[in-house]
T-cell receptor, first 112, second 114 residues
């Protein structure tokens, strides 16, 4: 029979606009969170991380926000570029064990 | 600098055959992780090692899967016998020792079992 795959959420944005990708995590004991970018045919690549004692961290064109009350992470990409098109994963260090558990991912499509 | 190296990059095999995937972590990294990525289940942790010792293998699907790390610069993931449902992309990742969180991923091995 036909297999059913994951239907990854897709965010489609215009080049130059800002993108916001959201993620819910599971374990309130997790202490560290990380965002990865995965381009087609490649392994996940680190973007930015944040510890639970912070609620915001900025990198180059990217910002991660953490809301521990509702166990929510977001990744903001400023001035989105075609090269940002990829699948984005959040991950939590499960219960501070050193073991990363990944979310299902969000596909970002950038329209020229 | 060389990143995590995986071989082969692609493997096509018939059901019932043994498959061995190989990984060379980044030099100096003390932790090594094996993941499997499929459309059905996303990115799943199979097993990880600290200082060549398996710490958590709770993600290994069944006894057909085994992983070893004989030294700090080499690990294998073996499937014997392979089945079509094992078809996936298998990633190896490594990270520096305790207190470091960022994992560095290899390019993956795409396994197809027919």
């Amino acid at each position: 029979g036909e297999s059913v795959g994951l239907h990854l959420p897709t965010l489609s944005v215009q080049e130059g606009d800002n993108s916001i990708i959201n993620c819910a995590y599971s374990n309130s004991a997790s202490d560290y969170f990380i965002w990865y970018k995965q381009e087609s045919g490649k392994g996940p690549q680190f973007i930015i991380d944040i510890r639970s004692n912070m609620d915001k961290r900025q990198g180059q064109r990217v910002t991660v926000l953490l809301n521990k009350t509702v166990k929510h992470l977001s990744l903001q990409i400023a001035a989105t570029q075609p090269g940002d098109s990829a699948v984005y994963f959040c991950a939590e260090d499960w219960g501070n064990t050193g073991k990363l558990i990944f979310g299902q991912g969000t596909t970002l499509q950038v329209k020229p | 600098d060389a990143g995590v190296i995986q071989s082969p990059r692609h493997e096509v095999t018939e059901m019932g055959q043994e498959v061995t995937l190989r990984c060379k972590p980044i030099s100096g990294h003390n932790s090594l992780f094996w993941y499997r990525q499929t459309m059905m289940r996303g990115l799943e942790l199979l097993i990880y090692f600290n200082n060549n010792v398996p710490i958590d293998d709770s993600g290994m699907p069944e006894d057909r899967f085994s992983a070893k790390m004989p030294n700090a610069s080499f690990s294998t993931l073996k499937i014997q016998p392979s089945e079509p449902r094992d078809s996936a992309v298998y990633f190896c990742a490594s990270k520096p020792g305790q207190g470091a969180y960022e994992q560095y991923f290899g390019p993956g091995t795409r396994l197809t079992v027919t």
